[in-house]
């Protein structure tokens, strides 16, 4: 079986939805499928048009945008047209047996246009909804006419695609509310290779005492620093924090568009000295940064973006059988069961997320037993093995259980 993916972006950019990716590509490989890649015109890492890396062939598509085509509408318009012309031509080559069509929806029309042209099903990933992330960059607003417009182009795909995939219980709901028949959406959730993560590895003393926190109990955040992630929370937390606990220390590893205002806000709230920002560091020193954190801390803020949406870092923190503490966002209900897997506190409750903090930080003999649990449900119910296998029945329903 020949499966053409049409991706966003890919490795080697780093980020939630390139690593998705890889892994979904290697264990699909792992069942003998036949994998090929087709990246947009967003994945913006120089390279050759027809790229190796780590053993994966991505065929990218060009991109030199006139004047008119860097204009809003004619932009994304311009952006579907190239995709839709270097998919047809690499599917034309391939002769995949099926489309598979990973989010955003700009990614789902070229898809469609080239799967009728040479009649091979399209299957359409959802990972987000458009819309509700570029009310979160700040681009739109809920309800506005763009929103309203991005809906209904996400609404009009997910009804002629052949196949929905989504990657939690949110979404899922969410196109089920659109009409969108059950039959036709199965979820293939979030998952970590537990074997790339060891379990309880001890701190690395070196890099604790460089960032200065030999001594101290240090409630950790590493990822992209967007505003949805809610570690202004956080900080406005911390003070309440340090009154009980002044041994605390927060360790913020990696950055994005808050970067700036987190950093001012800790010196508006006189944290600097609690408050470490290491920069992004190296995927492969990752490791040595968790092995610091003895409360990892997500606070999202609740929006349709984090109620609906699973995050992958909280499985990350499970299968390295680290604490929690997490809002109680639709997307972390999901994830983590309060008081045995993690501690939830209420979404955008400042006062809430320090009391868990404490709580947490007095239970130490429960420590062992929270710890164990997230690996055994990282262990059972989220590897990657488990959740791509999903994926026979989709392509099956298509093509046919014996092909598949």
Request: glycine fraction near 8%; proline fraction near 5%.
């Amino acid at each position: 079986m020949r499966i053409l993916h049409v991706l966003d972006h890919s490795i080697p950019l780093h980020s939630g939805y390139t690593f998705r990716t890889a892994a979904i590509l290697r264990e699909q490989r792992k069942l003998g499928w036949d994998t090929h890649h087709v990246t947009g015109v967003k994945h913006t890492a120089p390279g050759p048009l027809v790229e190796e890396v780590d053993g994966l062939v991505f065929h990218r598509t060009p991109w030199s945008p006139g004047m008119l085509e860097r204009v809003p509408v004619l932009r994304e318009r311009a952006q579907m047209r190239a995709l839709e012309l270097r998919l047809l031509e690499v599917a034309r080559e391939l002769k995949p047996d099926v489309l598979h069509a990973h989010s955003p929806v700009l990614n789902a029309f070229p898809a469609l246009l080239v799967g009728r042209a040479l009649d091979i099903p399209v299957v359409y990933e959802i990972r987000a909804f458009w819309e509700d992330a570029a009310v979160d960059h700040g681009t739109t607003t809920e309800g506005s006419l763009r929103y309203r417009a991005t809906r209904a182009m996400e609404t009009r795909a997910v009804h002629t695609v052949d196949a929905v995939t989504t990657i939690c219980e949110g979404l899922r709901g969410d196109l089920l509310a659109r009409g969108v028949p059950q039959s036709k959406i199965t979820v293939i959730p979030n998952a970590v290779d537990v074997e790339n993560f060891a379990f309880g590895v001890p701190g690395d003393d070196a890099l604790r005492a460089s960032l200065g926190l030999t001594g101290k109990r240090v409630l950790g955040f590493l990822g992209s620093f967007y505003a949805y992630e809610g570690l202004d929370l956080l900080l406005r937390a911390l003070p309440s924090i340090l009154q009980q606990a002044p041994d605390v220390a927060v360790l913020l590893t990696g950055g994005g568009p808050q970067e700036e205002n987190l950093k001012k806000q800790a010196q508006e709230l006189g944290l600097q000295d609690h408050v470490i920002f290491t920069g992004r560091v190296p995927h492969a020193e990752v490791q040595r940064y968790y092995s610091l954190v003895d409360v990892l801390v997500y606070p999202r803020h609740s929006m349709r973006l984090t109620d609906l949406v699973t995050p992958l870092k909280p499985l990350e923190a499970m299968a390295q059988g680290l604490l929690l503490v997490a809002s109680d966002v639709g997307g972390h209900r999901e994830l983590i069961r309060d008081g045995e897997t993690g501690v939830l506190f209420r979404a955008g409750d400042a006062d809430d997320l320090a009391r868990s903090v404490l709580r947490l930080l007095g239970m130490t003999d429960r420590w062992p037993e929270l710890r164990a649990a997230g690996r055994r449900f990282v262990e059972t119910e989220r590897t990657w093995a488990a959740s791509v296998a999903r994926y026979r029945d989709v392509y099956g329903s298509l093509i046919g259980a014996a092909a598949a």
